[in-house]
């Protein structure tokens, strides 16, 4: 019912900086809450970002926390993650999500999801 497209990604040194975009479809985006989640290789789905209907809160893994920033344009049907000071440990695969009545750090609870953009950061 909601297709989720990321774009963004790329290869970037330890230090930098990336902008990623998902862009939904469907009439209802303001109503989700929206999420970020990353998987690298050999590892679980972890947490990254999540953020309320509204914008008006925002949840943050503890690692990235100070560092990333996840903002929504619902005009635009856009949720948005920058990704600054990165380190070679946030090298994966970034998911876009859309849940709702969920608890915003699990990522069982979404109902929807994107087909990942790779992010690579090199050391």
């Known amino acids: 019912q909601v297709q989720l497209v990321e774009s963004g990604g790329g290869l970037v040194q330890a230090g930098g900086s990336l902008g990623l975009s998902c862009a939904a479809s469907g009439r209802t985006f303001s109503t989700y809450i929206m999420g970020w989640f990353r998987q690298a290789p050999g590892k679980e789905r972890d947490f990254v970002a999540a953020i309320t209907g509204s914008g008006g809160i925002t949840y943050y893994a503890d690692s990235v926390k100070g560092r990333f920033t996840i903002s929504r344009d619902n005009a635009k049907n856009t949720v948005y993650l920058q990704l600054n000071s990165l380190k070679p440990e946030d090298s994966a695969v970034y998911y876009c999500?859309?849940?709702?009545?969920?608890?915003?750090?699990?990522?069982?609870?979404?109902?929807?999801w994107g087909q990942g953009t790779q992010v690579t950061v090199s050391s």
């Open positions: 999500a859309a849940g709702v009545l969920i608890d915003p750090r699990v990522g069982s609870g979404y109902r929807y």
